[in-house]
């Protein structure tokens, strides 16, 4: 039904930068609000940022002044500006249609010191 998939994790030293992409398909009825999700090793999923249909976004305190969220709704797609990772940025990042069970499949980022 519908369809969200990630890209754009990798390797990166610290205080380095990468940029998430997710992509939306299949039956998608107006804009919904997007958001991302981190998993890191031992830990429970947390919610990154959320980015809203009108366009208004909100940060984790985590990532507050460092990520940024954005979207293009002409390409279904939502990204993740990581500027100035730290390697407790480590995990695997998923998007997901907000407040709903649609995800990603998930992107690896490992951020070394």
């Known amino acids: 039904q519908v369809q969200l998939v990630e890209s754009g994790g990798g390797f990166v030293q610290a205080g380095g930068s990468l940029r998430l992409s997710c992509a939306a398909s299949g039956r998608i009825a107006g804009i919904w609000d997007m958001a991302w999700y981190r998993q890191a090793p031992g830990k429970t999923r947390e919610w990154v940022a959320v980015i809203t249909s009108a366009g208004s976004t909100n940060y984790a305190d985590s990532v507050k002044g460092r990520f940024t969220i954005s979207r293009d709704n002409a390409k279904n797609t939502v990204y993740l500006q990581m500027n100035s990772l730290t390697p407790e940025d480590t995990a695997v990042y998923y998007c997901?249609?907000?407040?709903?069970?649609?995800w990603g499949q998930g992107t690896q980022v490992t951020v070394s010191s």
């Open positions: 997901n249609l907000h407040g709903t069970r649609y």
